[in-house]
């Protein structure tokens, strides 16, 4: 009898432990004493192609602009954050960039503020040969971009989705176009500590600056690994491709996107 009593035991306490396994306690940001190593790398390839009449269409070779232009580039990011002691509502961090291909962000600039409850605030910039007003224009795009992604925070169950919306601007000739980024999250399994979760996107336009006759084809998918000890992702990869028709006034033209991009952060207690 004993022995059926120890079995019933195990089978609860198992029980237990995996219904515990099937939901994490989502929340994604900066914790205090915490030193956050980010490297990301982005590849794309561009293909713009030009369509008009004989004219137009001589007038860009002989300025030397090929029909079609194929671009490939690839972008890198390489930083290291830091985070101090909590203090009431805020802790301190400061974002030094290792290396970049962005010539705006030079090897060694550092960029020095807090976190008010779980909002970044950047104070300023330091060991930059930027000017004032381009750093203070640099401060304003990095606190936007910083805090304009927000996520959930509640419980998630595996084969649970959110979903989120971003903007985005992208120039095209003397069109300015905003695209609409809607981006779902699924948390696909939950294993040693880690949630994994498929990431599904959609690119629709939400408007441009002269009223042209535009389409949008464009969509994402790929991979998320979110850390629940330390609430923060720490692999990011995503493949994306999209394909952009506009009418302008003296041609035409087709944009075929591919881009990748791969980031990781390694995440330790700050010295």
Do not use: W
């Amino acid at each position: 009898m004993k022995n059926i009593y120890r079995f019933i035991l195990i089978l609860i306490l198992t029980s237990c432990s995996n219904k515990t396994s099937q939901t994490i306690d989502f929340k994604v940001g900066y914790s205090p004493n915490k030193e956050y190593r980010l490297s990301q790398t982005q590849t794309s390839e561009n293909n713009v192609e030009y369509d008009g009449s004989d004219e137009i269409l001589n007038n860009l070779k002989n300025n030397g602009v090929a029909n079609p232009t194929i671009t490939n580039t690839t972008s890198i990011m390489k930083s290291i954050s830091k985070t101090g002691e909590l203090d009431g509502n805020q802790f301190p961090l400061n974002i030094e960039v290792l290396e970049s291909s962005n010539k705006t962000l030079n090897k060694g600039m550092r960029m020095h503020g807090k976190s008010i409850d779980g909002i970044t605030k950047i104070d300023s910039i330091t060991n930059s040969p930027m000017t004032e007003k381009k750093k203070k224009e640099l401060l304003t795009s990095m606190e936007t971009m910083m805090n304009d992604i927000k996520y959930p925070e509640r419980k998630i169950s595996i084969g649970e989705s959110f979903e989120q919306t971003s903007i985005t601007s992208m120039p095209i000739a003397e069109v300015t176009i905003e695209l609409e980024i809607k981006s779902i999250y699924t948390l696909d399994k939950i294993e040693n500590g880690v949630g994994y979760f498929d990431l599904n996107q959609v690119y629709e336009i939400k408007s441009a600056t002269k009223d042209y006759e535009m389409s949008l084809d464009g969509t994402g998918q790929g991979k998320i690994n979110y850390d629940i000890e330390q609430q923060f992702f720490t692999k990011y990869y995503s493949e994306m491709e999209m394909n952009l028709k506009t009418e302008l006034e003296a041609f035409n033209i087709e944009i075929q996107t591919k881009s990748v991009t791969d980031q990781t952060t390694e995440i330790k207690a700050s010295r």
